[in-house]
């Protein structure tokens, strides 16, 4: 396990290093001064004078004269100029891949991070697409982040409204959770799908009222006969193109690794050429999907754990069940609002028959493979626990250090929280869910289960290694807002939901830093800011740690630096 230094162990470790000689000129060398150097290296704040860099490692932290000698003759002196340096910020979960192919589609989220409020603003969106595109008929148009919580008709729209605005092309409208779609009728004949298709275990299409015609609306699994619409070829240098985008994106917004978590089967050697060809930018960790695993693992087809040319094949991405807002998420209890497709005992459903999961832990388990799995609802939690006590009985192996991975941990109850720190789980949270839909959670949940979600405040508490992420396409690669999310729980009409389980400033920073590295068994050469890791750094306008709380989300990244080298300065 991680041993966390206090500063004055750093310091005291600085002071054997700089006992030996001088190192020789470097003009690539470079100190940083001037300004808030917080390192992340403590259970509380930790700042230095001063950090040099060198051969795209950090050499010193400690006082500037301590720098300047480890950097060497030549180096460059940096001043911050007043702005705050930390740690690269680590993407603990996200769909780097799926923000690349959004450069390409409609922007249907409502505000504050798209225009959308109603049917016809999508139907609008899709056709300044259409425009854009100039696609002629048979063109797929395909729009991302459609939210009926937030549309005027508060519901989905339907296949038949889209049929009318698009009677040639096939229409895709991803809903903003990624766990469903709306489909028209040209996209439905493309994918074979009519009143005869039957429901797919773990997914349900919604029918037109008395009837078995498709509505339009596809959930979880049912989504998985658009998939080759969805993810239909384009070009390798295009493809390439929307990538070096992407991640130039997330370098913009401070992230020096990013993750790509849930790698389909043509998706995989698409990134390995991004990689072999030095388009990665940044650090990218990625989960190719469960539906791959005994392609995959204990085959000895991919090199699981090893970074190499920016790209880590880190472990097997699972889906446990779907989405909370979309009242899919897999619950001990009903959701209190109607939902579609249902009429009693409404509590969602899960991806995984409970079989199937045992034997993908027991597989992983056995080839020593990282797991992480998607799991919204206590129910699909209990199923992850269950899961792993299973496996590591049947393997006769009790391991603490495996970091299996539960992402999102959102609807969760308390003796869950302690069968994580029992059993060595980690959660992945997501406190954005709180600002985006924390007040359709009250409504779907709740008070008491509501206030629960992503339990952040009691998870450190109890001493687990919690992280956060904006799982993007969901919610923008944003983690100045994550941090704000987390430390003040504020939802969109403005009340704070869970007040008790509200996080500092320095514990929100510390699940976007040195805990992300630790869930991707990083510590030692990410996260902090110590000698002997990698140069991966993060310069702020403002200290997150010194401006009033609802002030975090309006700081600003100023530059980003990757393994030594400036990949984004803010103009």
């Known amino acids: 396990m991680w041993a966390f230094r206090s500063a004055a162990t750093i310091l005291s470790l600085a002071g054997l290093l700089f006992g030996c000689s001088a190192p020789?000129?470097?003009?690539?060398?470079?100190?940083?001064?001037?300004?808030?150097?917080?390192?992340?290296a403590g259970h509380q704040p930790v700042y230095v004078e001063a950090l040099a860099v060198r051969d795209g490692k950090i050499v010193a932290a400690g006082s500037k004269a301590q720098a300047l000698k480890a950097a060497g003759r030549g180096a460059r002196q940096i001043d911050l100029k007043g702005a705050t340096l930390l740690p690269g910020f680590i993407d603990a979960h996200s769909h780097m891949l799926n923000y690349a192919d959004s450069l390409v589609q409609a922007n249907l989220n409502p505000p504050p991070v798209g225009g959308v409020r109603s049917i016809a603003d999508i139907i609008s969106e899709v056709g300044r697409l259409k425009v854009s595109m100039k696609a002629g008929d048979g063109v797929l148009l395909v729009g991302q982040g459609y939210d009926p919580d937030q549309l005027a008709e508060k519901r989905h729209p339907t296949a038949e409204e889209l049929d009318m605005a698009f009677p040639n092309n096939p229409v895709l409208l991803m809903h903003a959770s990624g766990h469903m779609l709306v489909a028209n009728t040209a996209a439905m004949k493309?994918?074979?799908?009519?009143?005869?298709?039957?429901?797919?275990?773990?997914?349900?299409?919604?029918?037109?009222?008395?009837?078995?015609?498709?509505?339009g609306l596809?959930?979880?699994?049912?989504?998985?006969?658009?998939?080759?619409?969805?993810?239909?070829?384009?070009?390798?240098?295009?493809?390439?193109?929307?990538?070096?985008?992407a991640l130039g994106h997330y370098a913009a917004n401070g992230y020096t690794t990013a993750a790509e978590h849930l790698v389909m089967?043509?998706?995989?050697?698409?990134?390995?050429?991004?990689?072999?060809?030095?388009?990665?930018?940044i650090d990218v960790e990625a989960l190719p999907a469960y539906l791959m695993a005994d392609?995959?693992?204990?085959?000895?087809?991919?090199?699981?754990?090893?970074?190499?040319?920016?790209?880590?094949?880190?472990?097997?991405?699972?889906?446990?069940d779907g989405s909370p807002q979309g009242k899919t998420a897999y619950l001990t209890k009903p959701y209190l609002t109607p939902v579609p497709g249902c009429k009693t005992d409404c509590r969602g459903f899960p991806n995984i028959p409970q079989d199937e999961l045992n034997r993908l832990f027991v597989l992983a388990y056995r080839n020593g493979v990282q797991l992480y799995s998607h799991c919204n609802g206590d129910a699909s939690i209990d199923m992850m626990i269950a899961a792993h006590r299973f496996a590591?009985?049947?393997?006769?192996?009790?391991?603490?250090?495996?970091?299996?991975?539960?992402?999102?941990?959102?609807?969760?109850?308390?003796?869950?929280?302690?069968?994580?720190?029992?059993?060595?789980?980690?959660?992945?949270?997501?406190?954005?869910?709180?600002?985006?839909?924390?007040?359709?959670?009250?409504?779907?949940?709740?008070?008491?289960?509501?206030?629960?979600?992503?339990?952040?405040?009691?998870?450190?508490?109890?001493?687990?290694?919690?992280?956060?992420?904006?799982?993007?396409?969901?919610?923008?690669?944003?983690?100045?807002?994550?941090?704000?999310?987390a430390v003040n729980r504020t939802t969109r009409s403005g009340q704070v939901?869970?007040?008790?389980?509200?996080?500092?400033?320095?514990?929100?920073?510390?699940?976007?830093?040195?805990?992300?590295?630790?869930?991707?068994?990083?510590?030692t050469s990410k996260g902090s800011l110590e000698t002997g890791k990698t140069a991966d750094l993060v310069l702020l306008d403002h200290n997150p740690l010194k401006v009033a709380p609802d002030a975090i989300k309006t700081i600003r990244v100023v530059e980003t630096v990757k393994s030594g080298r400036s990949v984004f300065k803010a103009p």
Not at 24 to 40: E, H, N, Q
Not at 221 to 238: G, N, Y
Not at 268 to 277: E, Y
């Open 24 to 40: 020789s000129a470097d003009p690539t060398a470079s100190v940083y001064s001037g300004g808030d150097i917080l390192t992340m």
């Open 190 to 215: 493309i994918a074979g799908i009519d009143a005869s298709t039957k429901d797919p275990e773990g997914g349900a299409i919604i029918r037109k009222p008395g009837t078995t015609e498709p509505q």
């Open 218 to 245: 596809f959930q979880e699994t049912a989504m998985h006969p658009f998939i080759p619409q969805v993810q239909a070829p384009r070009p390798l240098d295009e493809n390439l193109v929307l990538i070096k985008r």
């Open 265 to 281: 089967p043509d998706k995989m050697p698409l990134l390995q050429a991004a990689a072999d060809r030095g388009i990665l930018t």
């Open 295 to 320: 392609q995959l693992v204990g085959t000895g087809k991919i090199r699981w754990g090893e970074l190499k040319n920016g790209l880590k094949w880190a472990g097997l991405k699972l889906a446990t």
């Open 392 to 485: 590591e009985k049947d393997l006769g192996i009790v391991d603490f250090n495996r970091r299996t991975v539960i992402i999102h941990s959102q609807i969760m109850r308390p003796d869950q929280l302690v069968a994580y720190k029992s059993l060595g789980l980690l959660p992945s949270f997501f406190t954005n869910h709180v600002f985006y839909w924390g007040d359709v959670h009250l409504a779907n949940l709740g008070a008491e289960r509501a206030a629960y979600i992503s339990p952040m405040a009691s998870a450190m508490k109890a001493g687990i290694k919690a992280t956060n992420h904006t799982d993007a396409t969901v919610t923008p690669v944003d983690p100045m807002f994550l941090a704000w999310t």
């Open 497 to 523: 939901l869970g007040p008790d389980e509200r996080v500092t400033p320095y514990q929100a920073l510390k699940a976007m830093t040195l805990n992300a590295a630790y869930e991707y068994f990083e510590e």
